[in-house]
Each structure stands twice: as structure tokens, then as C-alpha cells.
């Protein structure tokens, strides 16, 4: 019994406690091998290791019953607790979320709603409830044979939404499957599963019409709804269509400025009318981050005595969120942008870092025309890359800056935020320093004075503005 206690995980069972009181030593050994106890953190969590074989408990210290599970693949936030029936003491355990769905503090509070009913004598398990309840929500010819719609809808919400997926992510398959797959939305996944045929057809027309890239997206974007549909749709074919199609080649983008490109990228920038856009393409330079996160910076995350901007919401959701040090290039741009913002969008500047007049209140598109600027977006990112390598950035730190996934066991180990505030942001600070000399190096000494930008101070960036807002 205890063996089958221990082993069935963050499943539901109900086990009389006098019949586990034959078992109290042996469950007292196999806890102590097994389970760890300390206070429960976003970061805490992250940093408990896979189990090598079977699975383990970290308990929390500050809310008694509440745990993670922590298995080969997964980690799970769990509640145990104990209720009274007929007179006898049973143990209740559940689960209460998969670690991503929910933030560790927002876990611990659902737990102890569900504590509190299970102290209250109620068994708050799914599968003691009425099925009457659940019975008349459930759309039983739609889970049989779902169409696309209802399939990307429900992934949609019952996946990529509850694991905190990115706006920008959602946005990009929402765009596959409701604009390239559009004439599909009411067909049933059936159709394409028992004629795979259909998939390879729209795969050559996609690569045919919008290119190898985006055809082999939209693909994957079918191939992620149409597993996750088959979950519940069990008699959908059990070959996923897309598996039909040859896919595309890629091939990483080398579309990097290196350090003799800079010069006439800067001039390139410096011409640029709008200076909000201005500042934020030199931003994204000086960063190396995603436009996505960029353009949604917001003031109140920028702090200028930490020297740090905070991404709630990057690629991957809030679980992945992060800071970015600042160079000294980096918050002089801020504090420029914050001028002109003021000055040229005064009710949108209160929340934005880069504010324009839009319906959102931020910039909602970065891109130029290439004449304009010959490089911007991913292209900064990869000369961000690029050029951190010739400043003599060592590897590890690149990935941090980019708040890349690190690379390696022993790497995991390491904690960002106790690098942030010295030696990260003096390596940020090289690769800045790199690209400004870049981009001035062959300019004698009167242009650098008549051209002083972007090393321009903020208290002169309002000097000469121009009125038009681009």
C-alpha cells in the first residue's frame, strides 16, 4: 500500500490512516531518501533538479501539505491534506497545476483554497465531484471529429494560454491557422488525418505563395493542433498529416552587420525622422533582444539606480522573465527617448518607453523600408551576436545577455541575477563601447562635434526636434 502511495504521484488517492500506520516506518525511510523541505520560489522550483529515476517531493516550509513533485520530465505543484469520514481520518492528494501554468505564489494560494475544503471535510478531486455538472458543458460530437476551429481554439486556451505562452507566440499561429488556413477552419481534422495528401498539397502552395519559411510554420503550427486535438479525439488517425509533407530547407539568417558595416548603418540611423523609432532601433542594437519585448517596455520597468529593464512577458511567457543590464550608451538612449516622448506623445509616454500614436500606445511596427535602414530587427539581434564575439565576450555571457538558454549541465547552476549587477553589465558594457567606436571610427574631429548623436546628452536631445511624427 505504501508502495503504490508512493509511487502513483500527484494522483488522486484516499487511504485510511490507521491502515498506513502498519507502514510508518518503512514510509518514514523511503521520505527521508526521497524528499527535500524548503521554501517554495519561482526560483526555487526552477533550480530542483530532475530525478534521476522515479520521482521525489520538495515540501514547503511556509504552507504545510503544499509540495512539488518533481519527476524525469515534469514537475507538478501537489496538495496533501486529511478529512474525516464515518469517523476515520483519510489522506487526500491532488494536483493543483503543472509548474509553468501557474507562478509559484499564485500555486501556493490555490493550495490553500483546496487545503481549507479538504480540512472543511470536502473532497475537492475532479473525480468525486457530479458528473451531472460536467456532462452538459461537453460538446461530445465536436471532441469526437473536432473541426480545425474548434481544435485551434482549444489549444489555444487550454494550452497555450495556461502555459503562459507569449502574446507574439499566440499572435504568429493564430495568423497560420486563421489567415493561411482560413478556408480549413470549418473542414474536421478527420478529413486531413485520413488524407494526408491535402497537407502536402497546401505545404507546396504556402512555399509557392509566401515562402519556404513561413509554409514550414504554418506546418508545424497544424502538426502542434492536431496532437494536441487527438489527445481527446481519440479516433482521429493516429499518423499526424504533417508528417507527410517534405519539409523546406533553412537556413540560418547571416544578415549580421559586422564592425566595418556600422559606420554607414549609424548614418543610415541618424537620418531616420522619426526619433523615437531612432532610439529604439539603436536600443535594440545596443540590447540584442527581441523586438517583441522591446517595442512593450513600459517606464515603470526601467530602473536607473539598479541600471537595470525588466521583461516581464518575453518569448516563452512570464516564467521566463528576466532583466537587462544597461551600459551607459543603453540609458542615455532611454533617458533621450523618455524626452522626446514627452514632448512628442504626452499621454502615451506615461507608460511607454516607446510610445507613438496608435491604438495600443507603444510602436506596434519596427520595420523600415531598407533604403531607409538597412538593417533592423533579428538582424540587430544577430549583430549584437556578432559583434560581442569581436569584443571578446566569453560564450556563457552571451547567453545570458540574450537571455538564450545556457548550454550544458553545470551551466544550470549558475544564478543570473547574482551577475547582473557587476560582472554582466560590465561585459554589456563592452560590447556597447565596441559598437559606438565602430560606428564613429572613421569621422574626424569636426563631424564627431557637428554629429554628436547618439552619443548626444539627454538635457540637448529636445534642442532642434523635429514636429513630425512619423
Same mark, same amino acid.
Given at each position: 500500500?505504501?508502495?503504490?502511495?508512493?509511487?502513483?504521484?500527484?494522483?488522486?488517492?484516499?487511504?485510511p490512516?490507521? $491502515?498506513m500506520? $502498519?507502514?510508518?516506518?518503512?514510509?518514514?525511510?523511503l521520505?527521508?531518501m526521497?524528499?527535500?523541505?524548503?521554501?517554495?520560489?519561482?526560483r526555487?522550483?526552477?533550480?530542483l533538479?530532475?530525478?534521476?529515476?522515479?520521482?521525489?517531493?520538495a515540501?514547503d516550509?511556509?504552507?504545510?501539505?503544499?509540495?512539488?513533485?518533481?519527476?524525469?520530465?515534469?514537475?507538478?505543484?501537489?496538495?496533501q491534506?486529511?478529512?474525516?469520514?464515518?469517523?476515520?481520518?483519510?489522506?487526500?492528494?491532488?494536483?493543483?497545476a503543472e509548474?509553468?501554468?501557474?507562478?509559484?505564489?499564485a500555486?501556493?494560494?490555490?493550495?490553500k483554497?483546496?487545503?481549507?475544503?479538504?480540512?472543511n471535510?470536502v473532497?475537492?478531486?475532479?473525480?468525486?465531484?457530479?458528473? @451531472?455538472?460536467d456532462?452538459?458543458?461537453v460538446?461530445?460530437?465536436?471532441?469526437?471529429?473536432?473541426?480545425?476551429?474548434?481544435?485551434?481554439?482549444?489549444?489555444?486556451?487550454?494550452?497555450m494560454?495556461?502555459k503562459? $505562452?507569449s502574446?507574439?507566440?499566440?499572435?504568429?499561429?493564430?495568423?497560420?491557422?486563421e489567415?493561411?488556413?482560413?478556408?480549413?477552419?470549418? @473542414?474536421?481534422?478527420?478529413?486531413?488525418?485520413?488524407?494526408?495528401?491535402?497537407?502536402?498539397?497546401?505545404?507546396e502552395?504556402?512555399?509557392?505563395?509566401?515562402?519556404?519559411?513561413?509554409?514550414?510554420?504554418?506546418?508545424?503550427?497544424?502538426?502542434?493542433?492536431?496532437?494536441?486535438?487527438?489527445?481527446a479525439?481519440?479516433?482521429?488517425?493516429?499518423?499526424?498529416?504533417v508528417?507527410?509533407i #517534405?519539409?523546406?530547407? @533553412?537556413?540560418?539568417r547571416?544578415s549580421?552587420?559586422?564592425?566595418?558595416?556600422?559606420?554607414? %548603418?549609424f548614418?543610415?540611423?541618424?537620418?531616420?525622422k522619426?526619433?523615437?523609432?531612432?532610439?529604439?532601433?539603436?536600443?535594440?542594437?545596443?540590447?540584442?533582444?527581441r523586438?517583441?519585448?522591446?517595442?512593450?517596455?513600459?517606464?515603470?520597468h526601467?530602473?536607473?539606480?539598479?541600471?537595470?529593464?525588466?521583461?516581464p512577458?518575453p518569448k516563452?511567457?512570464?516564467?521566463?522573465?528576466?532583466?537587462?543590464?544597461?551600459?551607459?550608451?543603453m540609458?542615455r538612449c532611454?533617458?533621450?527617448?523618455?524626452?522626446?516622448?514627452?514632448a512628442?506623445?504626452?499621454?502615451?509616454?506615461? #507608460?511607454w518607453?516607446?510610445?507613438?500614436?496608435?491604438?495600443?500606445?507603444?510602436?506596434?511596427?519596427h520595420?523600415?523600408?531598407?533604403? #531607409?535602414?538597412?538593417k533592423w530587427?533579428?538582424?540587430?539581434?544577430?549583430?549584437?551576436?556578432?559583434?560581442?564575439?569581436?569584443?571578446?565576450v566569453?560564450?556563457?555571457?552571451v547567453h545570458?545577455?540574450?537571455?538564450?538558454?545556457?548550454p550544458?549541465v553545470?551551466?544550470?547552476?549558475?544564478?543570473?541575477?547574482?551577475?547582473l *549587477?557587476?560582472?554582466?553589465?560590465?561585459?554589456?558594457?563592452?560590447?556597447?563601447?565596441?559598437?559606438l567606436?565602430?560606428g564613429?571610427?572613421?569621422?574626424?574631429?569636426?563631424?564627431?562635434?557637428?554629429?554628436? %548623436?547618439?552619443?548626444?546628452?539627454?538635457?540637448?536631445?529636445?534642442d532642434?526636434?523635429? *514636429?513630425?511624427?512619423n
Amino acid at each position: 500500500m505504501v508502495a503504490f502511495f508512493v509511487l502513483c504521484g500527484y494522483r488522486s488517492v484516499e487511504i485510511p490512516t490507521d $491502515r498506513m500506520h $502498519r507502514n510508518r516506518r518503512i514510509n518514514a525511510v523511503l521520505i527521508a531518501m526521497t524528499d527535500l523541505r524548503l521554501s517554495l520560489t519561482d526560483r526555487a522550483v526552477a533550480n530542483l533538479q530532475a530525478a534521476t529515476s522515479g520521482q521525489y517531493f520538495a515540501r514547503d516550509t511556509d504552507l504545510p501539505g503544499f509540495m512539488v513533485l518533481v519527476g524525469k520530465r515534469r514537475k507538478t505543484f501537489v496538495v496533501q491534506g486529511e478529512r474525516r469520514k464515518a469517523g476515520k481520518r483519510l489522506s487526500v492528494r491532488m494536483k493543483v497545476a503543472e509548474v509553468g501554468e501557474l507562478t509559484t505564489r499564485a500555486a501556493r494560494a490555490k493550495a490553500k483554497d483546496i487545503l481549507g475544503k479538504i480540512a472543511n471535510g470536502v473532497d475537492p478531486r475532479p473525480s468525486r465531484q457530479k458528473p @451531472e455538472a460536467d456532462a452538459a458543458a461537453v460538446d461530445l460530437p465536436s471532441i469526437g471529429n473536432p473541426t480545425l476551429r474548434i481544435a485551434w481554439e482549444r489549444y489555444r486556451d487550454g494550452h497555450m494560454n495556461k502555459k503562459g $505562452r507569449s502574446e507574439g507566440t499566440i499572435n504568429n499561429y493564430r495568423d497560420h491557422v486563421e489567415r493561411l488556413l482560413a478556408d480549413w477552419l470549418d @473542414e474536421p481534422l478527420s478529413k486531413f488525418g485520413n488524407d494526408p495528401a491535402l497537407v502536402t498539397a497546401r505545404h507546396e502552395k504556402l512555399t509557392k505563395e509566401n515562402g519556404a519559411y513561413i509554409a514550414n510554420g504554418c506546418m508545424r503550427t497544424l502538426r502542434a493542433v492536431y496532437n494536441h486535438a487527438r489527445k481527446a479525439a481519440r479516433s482521429l488517425p493516429a499518423d499526424n498529416p504533417v508528417s507527410a509533407i #517534405d519539409w523546406n530547407a @533553412e537556413h540560418r539568417r547571416n544578415s549580421a552587420l559586422g564592425l566595418s558595416d556600422l559606420e554607414g %548603418w549609424f548614418n543610415q540611423l541618424a537620418a531616420l525622422k522619426n526619433p523615437v523609432r531612432r532610439e529604439f532601433h539603436l536600443f535594440m542594437l545596443l540590447s540584442g533582444h527581441r523586438p517583441e519585448a522591446i517595442r512593450k517596455a513600459r517606464v515603470e520597468h526601467v530602473n536607473f539606480r539598479a541600471r537595470l529593464l525588466h521583461i516581464p512577458r518575453p518569448k516563452g511567457g512570464e516564467i521566463k522573465a528576466f532583466d537587462i543590464p544597461l551600459s551607459n550608451a543603453m540609458i542615455r538612449c532611454l533617458v533621450r527617448v523618455m524626452r522626446i516622448g514627452r514632448a512628442l506623445y504626452a499621454d502615451q509616454s506615461r #507608460d511607454w518607453l516607446f510610445p507613438a500614436d496608435s491604438g495600443s500606445g507603444h510602436m506596434v511596427e519596427h520595420k523600415e523600408k531598407r533604403d #531607409d535602414l538597412s538593417k533592423w530587427g533579428n538582424d540587430l539581434r544577430q549583430t549584437f551576436r556578432t559583434i560581442a564575439q569581436a569584443a571578446g565576450v566569453a560564450e556563457l555571457d552571451v547567453h545570458l545577455l540574450m537571455n538564450h538558454s545556457i548550454p550544458g549541465v553545470n551551466a544550470g547552476y549558475i544564478t543570473r541575477n547574482k551577475l547582473l *549587477s557587476d560582472h554582466l553589465r560590465q561585459q554589456q558594457e563592452a560590447v556597447s563601447r565596441r559598437m559606438l567606436e565602430a560606428g564613429r571610427s572613421r569621422q574626424n574631429d569636426s563631424q564627431r562635434r557637428t554629429s554628436a %548623436w547618439p552619443k548626444l546628452p539627454a538635457r540637448r536631445i529636445l534642442d532642434g526636434l523635429t *514636429s513630425g511624427k512619423n
